[in-house]
């Protein structure tokens, strides 16, 4: 069976983040479901994508989920913090240390305002280090602690996503939908 995968979106989501989460954990095969904490299953992204969820959160809670992964943008990791829904989720996966992932403002404005990064090591995008609470701060690209996976921007989406299809599927799958999507390639 598949890897099931959630990836929480809201109004003000980052674009880039949001749909690069999607697409390369789904190449890797992955079981993503798309939930809005929003009313409505569609949202405006922060730079105006319209994505359209699989489901609202709150269809979401009985799921057994293999990793939960948020993306940042603003107002949208705001939209995800204030969502009750989104946050029991969070607190089960993170008591059962079952993968977390959260990339630009959501390590802060998400997982760190809910205490969940508490002396573990997180990055975030510049200038929202102040809600990494109780978080030894990092400036790499990726930071993986423990069953809590952090990065820092829209730049770093791929990167990121690249990490957790390793973490899920093995470093050799993600090594090989790198290359696929010429990722290497980027870097040079």
């Not at 293999?66 to 029991?88: C, E, F, T, W, Y």
């Not at 959501?106 to 760190?112: D, E, I, K, M, S």
């Amino acid at each position: 069976m598949p890897p099931r995968v959630l990836i929480p979106i809201a109004d003000g989501s980052e674009d880039i983040e949001s749909v690069t989460l999607i697409d390369v954990l789904r190449r890797a095969g992955a079981a993503v479901t798309i939930a809005s904490v929003e009313a409505q299953t569609r949202i405006r992204a922060a730079r105006g994508t319209l994505i359209t969820a699989d489901a609202l959160i709150e269809d979401c809670q009985d799921g057994d989920w293999d990793l939960i992964a948020l993306p940042g943008g603003m107002p949208g990791a705001d939209h995800l913090h204030d969502s009750a829904p989104l946050r029991g989720l969070l607190r089960a996966q993170h008591e059962r240390e079952r993968p977390l992932a959260a990339v630009c403002a959501a390590p802060a404005r998400v997982l760190g305002r809910h205490g969940l990064l508490q002396g573990r090591r997180a990055t975030c995008y510049p200038g929202f280090e102040g809600d990494l609470l109780g978080a030894r701060i990092e400036n790499a690209a990726v930071v993986r602690d423990g069953h809590i996976t952090t990065s820092r921007g829209p730049a770093t989406a791929m990167a990121f996503a690249l990490s957790l299809v390793g973490q899920l599927h093995g470093a050799e799958l993600a090594q090989q939908i790198g290359r696929q999507m010429l990722y290497e390639a980027a870097l040079t």
